[in-house]
């Protein structure tokens, strides 16, 4: 894992930016491996079904 893009995943994720699989993409990890770190950080993690549902209307846009 490299410890600087998972920082700079974390930091978007946990001001809106990337949804949780968009910053495990940027960081290089799985989805779930993301949330862990999250959640070690303290970071609360937003429901990734609403998640997804939001990117799907995104790109149907």
Known sequence: MR?????????LYEDGSLTLVQAAEYAGV???????SLRARGIEVRDPELEVLDER?????
């Open 3 to 11: 410890q600087h893009a998972v920082m700079t995943a974390t930091a």
């Open 30 to 36: 799985s989805a779930g491996k993301m949330r862990e």
């Open 57 to 61: 209307r995104v790109i149907a846009d």
